[in-house]
């Protein structure tokens, strides 16, 4: 287990060095620049700025200098707001988090439940409902779900109120967060469900008597777990770096508005500074869902 996660933790690293490297050079390879607007500064002021942010020093020094900032933990400042990119980043992921936590929550609850009633009523109506209702939600893209949402039950029937500052409803935004992921894991729960209880193992435990509840819940559903499992960690990540179009549709101001606003603003920090955090995140629940599949399952091995 500890030459496997050593092995898992370095990959992990080497990853987001590479993620790193390509984001900066293929953000300095496009023609302009973060000073080259319309109304352009004067050369003067202009180079003051570029020696200011290291813009005047070759590509591959600045990157290296920006590693050794990054090593000790500062991501620098925006070039257009003058804020610590880390503040802004922190500031930003606190609601996205909070959304996608409790949006894998529920996709997890309910995925699980759904799947596991799709699969012990296999080709009966509950198992047609579940199965119709889930290839919609797959099928059908978030910002329409998220639109419907908040259609009919803002407007139309107005049970909930608008996401704002004041009144913070987060309920239809983690619902139009957690839809696509709970109908994923609910045919994936399904699939490995029904591949479990035909094993040898289960028809044994049946055959000596156990209730069905017990292999359901002790034997089957822990085997089928484990692709959950390894899904988990790359959707934690997704989710809680949260939805550009759920937070737009919302008008919730997450950590993706604040990337895709860097890159308008040819803002190199900031597109550096969140690049770098979400590509972390992503490693780390990955690593994360990758140690905890070896802890289920020990005949794993890395290669």
């Known amino acids: 287990m500890l030459k496997y996660s050593v092995k898992r933790i370095i990959l992990a690293i080497v990853t987001v060095f590479i993620i790193a490297l390509i984001t900066f050079f293929a953000m300095n390879a496009i023609p302009g620049g973060p000073f080259a607007k319309e109304k352009a500064p004067e050369a003067a002021v202009q180079a003051v700025l570029e020696k200011r942010f290291n813009l005047d020093k070759p590509v591959g020094e600045q990157f290296f200098l920006y590693l050794g900032n990054l090593l000790r933990g500062d991501f620098g400042i925006s070039l257009k707001t003058g804020r610590e990119i880390s503040t802004t980043i922190f500031e930003s992921f606190s609601i996205s988090a909070f959304l996608g936590g409790m949006a894998v929550i529920l996709s997890l609850f309910v995925g699980l439940i759904l799947g596991s009633t799709a699969a012990l009523m296999r080709n009966k109506w509950p198992d047609r409902i579940?199965?119709?209702?889930?290839?919609?939600?797959?099928?059908?893209?978030?910002?329409?779900?998220?639109?419907?949402?908040?259609?009919?039950?803002?407007?139309?029937?107005?049970?909930?109120?608008?996401?704002?500052?004041?009144?913070?409803?987060?309920?239809?935004?983690?619902?139009?967060?957690?839809?696509?992921?709970?109908?994923?894991?609910?045919?994936?729960?399904?699939?490995?469900?029904?591949?479990?209880?035909?094993?040898?193992?289960?028809?044994?435990?049946?055959?000596?008597?156990?209730?069905?509840?017990?292999?359901?819940?002790?034997?089957?559903?822990?085997?089928?777990?484990?692709?959950?499992?390894?899904?988990?960690?790359?959707?934690?990540?997704?989710?809680?770096?949260?939805?550009?179009?759920?937070?737009?549709?919302?008008?919730?101001?997450?950590?993706?508005?604040?990337?895709?606003?860097?890159?308008?603003?040819?803002?190199?920090?900031?597109?550096?500074?969140?690049?770098?955090?979400?590509?972390?995140?992503?490693?780390?629940?990955?690593?994360?869902?990758?140690?905890?599949?070896?802890?289920?399952?020990?005949?794993?091995?890395?290669?």
């Open 130 to 303: 579940i199965i119709f209702l889930t290839t919609l939600f797959v099928a059908v893209p978030s910002f329409i779900l998220a639109t419907l949402l908040l259609l009919i039950f803002s407007y139309v029937l107005g049970w909930v109120k608008v996401w704002s500052v004041a009144d913070q409803n987060y309920l239809l935004p983690i619902i139009s967060l957690a839809l696509y992921p709970m109908a994923y894991i609910t045919r994936l729960t399904k699939s490995s469900m029904l591949d479990v209880l035909g094993q040898d193992y289960i028809r044994t435990a049946r055959a000596k008597g156990v209730k069905d509840w017990m292999v359901i819940f002790k034997h089957a559903l822990r085997n089928a777990l484990i692709p959950v499992i390894t899904y988990v960690g790359p959707l934690t990540a997704y989710i809680m770096t949260g939805s550009l179009v759920v937070e737009t549709v919302f008008t919730i101001g997450g950590l993706g508005s604040k990337f895709v606003t860097g890159i308008n603003n040819r803002d190199y920090p900031m597109i550096m500074g969140t690049t770098i955090f979400l590509a972390t995140l992503m490693v780390v629940m990955t690593l994360a869902s990758d140690l905890l599949y070896k802890a289920v399952d020990p005949k794993i091995s890395f290669d």
